[in-house]
T-cell receptor, first 114, second 112 residues
Framework: NAGVTQTPKFQVLKTGQSMTLQCAQD?????MYWYRQDPGMGLRLIYY???????DKGEVPNGYNVSRLNKREFSLRLESAAPSQTSVYFC?????????????FGDGTRLSIL | KQEVTQIPAALSVPEGENLVLNCSFT??????LQWFRQDPGKGLTSLLL?????REQTSGRLNASLDKSSGRSTLYIAASQPGDSATYLC???????????FGTGTQLKVEL
């Protein structure tokens, strides 16, 4: 009963390096989301995918790209990492857009950029 | 733009006490409101989701209420236990119901 799985759990990068964060869900959910969590700022939406084949910007999309590879997988890419992107990244999924089902979260990826 | 506020930022209570966590939001045109729990180093666990047409939801010792007109939600925890120690987050669904806006959370510590 995995739910939402994120890899890796921890990562340290140097400024300018690139990286892809992976997310997969096994609940057959239509919608998937990427958030970042910073002290004092709460969770902020980076990008979301309402359904397979669509992606939209959230509150803080600059410096990131996403790919909805299939219904199960939604990846987040940092093309040229910056220290300001040091954060904890969470992936979430939800059953159906506009439904009353809750979002389900993964355990997060802790990313440090030096 | 929706803004969600949670006060206090931290709370410490003795075991057995009943307590209320507060959440306020600026845009009353919300679809649903969801309460989460987050343990240190972990992801978010959904506790309760209140639909916009509902006034409250209950699960075990937890009761969440929603008053859209005043822009407030409360999470009531009965007979608190040390295992309830965690950060509690509220979030509102806006933007057509497909986006969550989070508060910064209340860090709860229940002491023996």
């Amino acid at each position: 009963n995995a739910g939402v799985t994120q890899t890796p759990k921890f990562q340290v990068l140097k400024t300018g390096q690139s990286m892809t964060l992976q997310c997969a869900q096994d609940m057959n959910h239509n919608s998937m989301y990427w958030y970042r969590q910073d002290p004092g700022m709460g969770l902020r939406l980076i990008y979301y995918s309402a359904s397979e084949g669509t992606t939209d910007k959230g509150e803080v999309p600059n410096g990131y790209n996403v790919s909805r590879l299939n219904k199960r997988e939604f990846s987040l890419r940092l093309e040229s990492a910056a220290p300001s992107q040091t954060s904890v990244y969470f992936c979430a999924s939800r059953q159906v857009l506009y439904s009353n089902q809750p979002q389900h979260f993964g355990d997060g990826t802790r990313l440090s950029i030096l | 733009k929706q803004e969600v506020t949670q006060i206090p930022a931290a709370l410490s209570v003795p075991e057995g006490e009943n307590l209320v966590l507060n959440c306020s939001f600026t845009d009353s045109a919300i679809y649903n409101l969801q309460w989460f729990r987050q343990d240190p180093g972990k992801g978010l666990t959904s506790l309760l989701l209140i639909q916009s047409s509902q006034r409250e939801q209950t699960s075990g010792r937890l009761n969440a209420s929603l008053d859209k007109s005043s822009g407030r939600s409360t999470l009531y925890i009965a007979a608190s236990q040390p295992g309830d120690s965690a950060t509690y987050l509220c979030a509102s669904y806006t933007g057509g119901g497909n986006k969550l806006t989070f508060g910064t959370g209340t860090q709860l510590k229940v002491e023996l």
